[in-house]
């Protein structure tokens, strides 16, 4: 029997799935009234004002030496707010497919390092690359990284069996071509690509020492897998 098969999610990746489902709950259900009241309507705006990543909270940070909880938070409370409904579901389901896949090889500490390099990595770079009060929200600079430790695993794989490497890198492409076309599509949005693509950088780089035992010891394992 295939373990892969059996094998639970991790529950770092459950978690973070539920906490960001309930997240996304609550804005729904007070924007239609059903709970918090009048004031429920604005939750999602006032989220993004309290905890959103941005390019300012970095120069708070980085430039003004400001180190409090309420800008150090938004490193990582960015992940928990998104746009709308679909734009949590889809972050969701990556976290959940890929985040079993990876966890089933990384240990629960290396997984645990692995999201948060991407995840704060993912925010620095937007804020090194942009400057003003864009926003940056959603859990995917966190889900990236994960489709950058999938990569990997998949490129050392194929190495390991001496197929063409280069197939590895499909899902990432596809990714950046549909990217591409909903930006020519839809102009003007959010360039959380900015965090993204530094983001599945970051989780393949990080890969190569957080999978067991490292290069070699990986190519060991998934020859007999």
């Not at 928990?80 to 090889?105: C, E, P, Y």
């Amino acid at each position: 029997m295939n373990d892969r098969a059996v094998n639970p999610i991790p529950p770092v990746i459950l978690g973070l799935a539920v906490a960001i489902v309930i997240v996304e709950c609550a804005f729904q259900l007070g924007s239609r009234g059903v709970v918090g009241g009048p004031y429920a309507i604005g939750w999602r705006l006032t989220a993004v004002q309290d905890y959103a990543f941005s390019p300012v909270v970095w120069e708070y940070v980085a430039l003004r030496g400001d180190f409090g909880l309420p800008l150090i938070q938004r490193f990582v409370t960015y992940l928990f707010i998104h746009q709308s409904f679909t734009h949590m579901l889809f972050a969701v389901v990556i976290l959940l497919a890929l985040g079993k896949f990876v966890g089933d090889v990384f240990s629960a500490a290396n997984l645990v390092i692995l999201l948060l390099l991407s995840t704060v990595g993912g925010a620095i770079v937007f804020g090194l690359a942009l400057e003003g009060p864009v926003p940056l929200i959603g859990a995917y600079p966190l889900a990236y990284g994960l489709i950058g430790a999938y990569t990997y695993l998949i490129w050392a794989q194929l190495g390991a069996v001496g197929d063409s490497q280069i197939k590895a890198f499909r899902l990432i492409g596809i990714l950046m071509a549909l990217q591409l076309i909903f930006g020519i599509l839809f102009p003007g949005g959010t360039p959380n690509w900015v965090a993204e693509i530094p983001a599945f950088v970051i989780g393949f780089g990080a890969s190569i020492l957080l999978a067991p035992g490292g290069w070699a010891a990986m190519l060991v394992k998934l020859r007999t897998r």
